[in-house]
């Protein structure tokens, strides 16, 4: 889980999703819908919900859903890492090649990325209200 985000998202539906999978897949990636698809990284799923790709914040896409930077991954993550490099993106180096063997799980809750100032001024209002 990044640490710019604020969620009440439930693993234990994340990690159903992962043990009823019928293939071989590498994890799971949190997904929600967007309108600022050119500050989220967005997947692209096909007719059946599989992931078939993801970039990093797209000038355009046909589709709105979102990295919600929540993933549950075992070690087949591994085979998507480069062994030379040192240094790595997880979401711009390691995703867009390891989506397509991950299965997206849709946060309908509570969830925000504070890594804008409109939603870190938004997500504290938000936990002073809780308080």
Known sequence: IHVDNLSAVD?????????????????????FE???????????????????????????????????????????IFDFFSKEDTCFDFCRD???????NMKPFKIDGFHIDIGTMENYVRAQKIAVSLS
Not at 11 to 31: A, D, F, N, P, W
Not at 94 to 100: D, G, K, M, N
């Open 11 to 31: 693993l234990t539906e994340m990690g159903k999703i992962y043990h009823q999978s019928e293939r071989q897949i590498c994890g799971v990636s949190g997904v």
């Open 34 to 76: 967007t309108e600022n698809i050119k500050g989220c990284g967005i997947f692209i799923l096909d007719e059946n919900g599989n992931i078939t790709s993801f970039v990093e914040k797209p000038e355009t896409s046909n589709s709105n859903l979102a990295n919600a930077a929540i993933f549950l991954v075992n070690d087949f």
């Open 94 to 100: 390691i995703l867009p090649q390891a989506c397509f």
